[in-house]
């Protein structure tokens, strides 16, 4: 080596690599949805999955999940390739897909118009949170 040390880190690494809306232009992003699916100005899929947890010790009752399984509720966002381009991991497995992304950064730039396209969620997510 060149006597250089890394000042990279599973945080800096992470972003680098996840980054909304993804590595593609907003406009490559849409034509692939359009063509696997016919959707029109999509620029990616969301969803939560629910990550199994140990019991906390503090308000433990906050992560337990409408199936009583204590869990970490994560906000997923994937482009056409399934390249995954967002991640929210911060919330009790009791909070509701549509608060984790009303309450996201996200959320506050799509509001905002940052981004030209819609994502496409389950019922789970209210359609004028994602338009």
Do not use: M
Request: net charge neutral.
């Amino acid at each position: 080596t060149d006597g250089q040390k890394s000042v990279s880190g599973p945080e800096t690494t992470f972003t680098s690599f996840v980054v909304f809306p993804g590595h593609k232009p907003v406009r490559a992003i849409k034509e692939e949805f359009h063509r696997i699916a016919g959707f029109l100005s999509v620029i990616g899929c969301i969803d939560g999955t629910h990550i199994p947890i140990k019991a906390p010790k503090y308000n433990e009752a906050d992560y337990v999940n409408r199936k009583s399984i204590h869990s970490i509720n994560v906000q997923i966002i994937c482009d056409a390739a399934h390249i995954i381009s967002n991640v929210e991991a911060k919330w009790p497995g009791s909070v509701h897909d549509s608060r984790i992304f009303r309450e996201s950064n996200l959320s506050y730039r799509l509001q905002r118009g940052e981004f030209d396209g819609l994502l496409l969620g389950d019922r789970g997510y209210h359609a004028n949170l994602v338009s």
